[in-house]
């Protein structure tokens, strides 16, 4: 039973540019949750998708969003990239909005 | 607002010796609370979690953590440190009043080095 995986495991930008990370849920799961994890730091919640809505987000500003396919599957999209947008971005996925999150390996964003 | 200390930086201990990695919360209610464990390069692996119940929960690899309500601490321990438990910790609480109840809030991570 395939773990949540994500896609691609590394990635490097320029400021302003935009990137897309993509996350697959853990077979069974249908909610996903998106967190950055800044250097030194614990995740910090971005977002969370569930039947293809966004239903609750951290404080980050509108250059994050989001997507969610009909197989659950999901996209984080950020705009204008800056410096400080370099994080391991890693995605969780649950049976439901309330229940356990399992994370996937991460995706490392670098933005130079 | 919301928010989880994880006061050490860094706890050191000798391989066979018990370990606890501290962990202090200040969200209202009764929150969900968890440890995970992150190797280098990994994505965040969960170790155990405590909704309700008996104070002293039992995880993976022969964790536990015992909630204390008065203190609001979630503290993890080990009776015997193995080297390969060396990793980065991470404790985490889900809210479960008022907005953005599906969310973790995360600690600072407490880096583990067992020595041989």
């Known amino acids: 039973d395939a773990g949540v995986t994500q896609s691609p495991t590394h990635l490097i930008k320029t400021r302003g540019q935009q990137v897309t990370l993509r996350c697959s849920p853990k077979?069974?799961?249908?909610?996903v949750s998106w967190y950055q994890q800044a250097l030194g730091q614990g995740p910090q919640f971005i977002f969370q998708?569930?039947?293809?809505?966004?239903?609750q987000r951290g404080n980050f500003p509108d250059r994050f969003s989001g997507h969610q396919f009909p197989n659950y599957s999901s996209e984080l999209n950020v705009n204008a990239l800056l410096l400080g947008d370099s994080a391991l971005y890693l995605c969780?996925?649950?049976?439901?909005?309330?229940?356990?999150?399992?994370f996937g390996p991460g995706t490392r964003l670098t933005v130079t | 607002a919301q928010s989880v200390a994880q006061p050490e930086d860094q706890v050191n201990v000798a391989e066979g010796n018990p370990l606890t990695v501290k962990c202090t919360y200040s969200?209202?209610?009764?929150?969900?609370l968890f440890w995970y464990v992150q190797y280098p390069n990994r994505g965040l692996q969960f170790l155990l979690k405590?909704?309700?119940?008996?104070?002293l929960v039992k995880g993976s690899y022969g964790f536990e953590a015992e909630f204390n309500k008065s203190q609001t601490s979630f503290h993890l321990k080990k009776p015997s440190a193995l080297v390969s438990d060396s990793a980065l910790y991470f404790c985490?609480?889900?809210?479960?009043?008022?907005?953005?109840?599906?969310?973790?809030?995360f600690g600072t991570g407490t880096l583990l080095a067992v020595q041989p």
């Open positions: 969780a996925s649950s049976q439901g909005p309330g229940f356990e999150q399992y």
């Open positions: 077979s069974g799961h249908d909610t």
């Open positions: 998708y569930y039947e293809e809505e966004e239903r």
């Open positions: 969200v209202s209610g009764n929150p969900y």
């Open positions: 405590y909704i309700t119940g008996d104070n």
């Open positions: 985490a609480v889900r809210p479960t009043y008022g907005g953005a109840t599906n969310k973790l809030i």
